[in-house]
């Protein structure tokens, strides 16, 4: 079956950076969205970024110029190389995928997804 596997995720000062990665496997052909989301305590589900199996990405604004996504389809592997950290990117990360298109604009919703990984906790502290 479909599994989603995060790691990466850890403890690092403001300003540090990490990079996450999720490795697909059960698709029968790679994944035509994939995404990242985050969800901190108390607060709902948050779509970060997205890539498209062309490399069509999309940003929140939250995110756009620190965070970079990619994907190596060869490998079945999700990237997110995020940078110049801050104690508000603290939450659980979640890949997500699905293999449908969606349009850019709702590549931010966590409903447009089918599968997703278990996370993985990002603590960046000032």
């Known amino acids: 079956q479909v599994q989603l596997v995060e790691s990466g995720g850890g403890s690092v000062q403001a300003g540090g950076s990490l990079r996450l990665s999720c490795t697909a496997s059960?698709?029968?052909?790679?994944?035509?969205?994939m995404a990242w989301f985050r969800q901190a305590p108390e607060k709902e589900r948050e779509g970060i970024t997205s890539?498209?199996?062309?490399?069509?990405?999309t940003y929140a604004d939250s995110v756009k110029g620190r965070f970079t996504i990619s994907r190596d389809d060869a490998k079945s592997t999700l990237y997110l190389q995020m940078n110049s950290l801050r104690p508000e990117d603290s939450a659980m990360y979640y890949c997500?995928?699905?293999?449908?298109?969606?349009?850019?604009?709702?590549?931010?919703?966590?409903?447009?997804?089918?599968?997703w990984g278990q996370g993985t906790q990002v603590t960046v502290s000032s």
């Open positions: 997500a995928a699905t293999p449908r298109w969606i349009p850019a604009n709702r590549r931010s919703a966590a409903s447009e997804f089918n599968y």
């Open positions: 059960g698709f029968t052909y790679s994944p035509e969205i």
């Open positions: 890539i498209g199996r062309y490399g069509s990405t």
